[in-house]
């Protein structure tokens, strides 16, 4: 189950790791389209880089370092997904947000949309911590392939 998708049309990312998701969670990588060489992602911390060309799929613990390497041509696009559950969303108040949000929707719906009151977001999201070390896993489908940092063996 996933709350929350990440578009990514021609972005590189930086070394980072995810907060704000689900601390026992998996992320969920797709490749959609794409001409580029290189942009592989790297996962520094077990000096392995993974080879993602469009259509594959690999699910991965997003709370280890990762990141993209760079791209090898200077004319490359790419369209990219992350699908990941945003950890505050199953909590008491957002279903009870959920439930204020569509009781006005109901009183609403008769009205235009510029009629219609605003709804501001909460944006103090903290991440939830459990103490419980993460876990890696790695389900590659499609033509994916991984490799060490190094380059010099292939796992496919």
């Known amino acids: 189950?996933?709350?929350?998708?990440?578009?990514?049309?021609?972005?590189?990312?930086a070394a980072h790791t995810d907060?704000?998701?689900?601390?026992?969670g998996m992320g969920?990588?797709?490749?959609l389209e794409g001409r580029y060489e290189g942009l592989h992602l790297a996962l520094p911390d077990f000096d392995l880089c993974i080879e993602l060309k469009p259509l594959d799929v690999l699910v991965f613990d997003t709370h280890y370092?990762?990141?993209?390497?760079e791209p090898e041509t200077a004319?490359?696009?790419?369209?990219?997904?992350?699908?990941y559950y945003r950890v505050k969303l199953g909590e008491d108040f957002c279903w009870a947000e959920y439930l204020r949000r569509k009781?006005?929707?109901?009183?609403?719906?008769?009205?235009?949309?510029?009629?219609?009151?605003?709804?501001?977001?909460?944006k103090n999201l903290r991440k939830h911590h459990n103490g419980d070390p993460p876990t890696i896993l790695c389900l590659i489908s499609g033509?994916?392939?991984?490799?060490?940092?190094?380059?010099?063996?292939w796992v496919h």
């Open 65 to 69: 370092l990762h990141c993209n390497t």
């Open 103 to 122: 009781a006005e929707h109901d009183q609403n719906s008769g009205l235009t949309l510029s009629q219609r009151p605003r709804v501001e977001t909460n």
């Open 75 to 83: 004319d490359w696009d790419r369209l990219s997904c992350v699908f």
């Open 19 to 24: 907060v704000g998701d689900y601390d026992r």
């Open 1 to 13: 189950v996933f709350s929350t998708i990440t578009v990514n049309q021609r972005f590189r990312t």
């Open 28 to 31: 969920v990588l797709t490749i």
């Open 143 to 153: 033509l994916a392939t991984a490799q060490p940092a190094d380059g010099q063996h």
